[in-house]
């Protein structure tokens, strides 16, 4: 008997999560270092950001 389940998809899911914390950490060192075209490059991050949420949210429901 296993005490953690092993599935693939829950660990893809941390990988999804840690690429976009990564992604919208370089994003926003970007915005903070050039402040061009800021409007389009926070529209983007917003995208991460609302990817990052969607992943949590199918992280927390395998974990129940």
């Given at each position: 008997?296993?005490?953690?389940?092993?599935?693939?998809?829950?660990?893809?899911?941390?990988?999804?999560?840690?690429k976009?914390?990564?992604?919208?950490c370089?994003?926003?060192?970007?915005?903070?270092?050039?402040?061009?075209?800021?409007?389009?490059?926070?529209?983007?991050?917003?995208?991460?950001?609302?990817?990052?949420?969607?992943?949590?949210?199918?992280?927390?429901?395998?974990?129940?």
């Amino acid at each position: 008997m296993r005490l953690v389940p092993k599935d693939n998809k829950f660990f893809k899911l941390f990988g999804d999560l840690a690429k976009n914390i990564t992604e919208g950490c370089i994003l926003l060192v970007q915005i903070l270092r050039s402040m061009e075209n800021v409007e389009a490059q926070v529209g983007r991050l917003s995208e991460i950001e609302h990817s990052a949420d969607r992943t949590t949210h199918d992280i927390l429901v395998k974990l129940h």
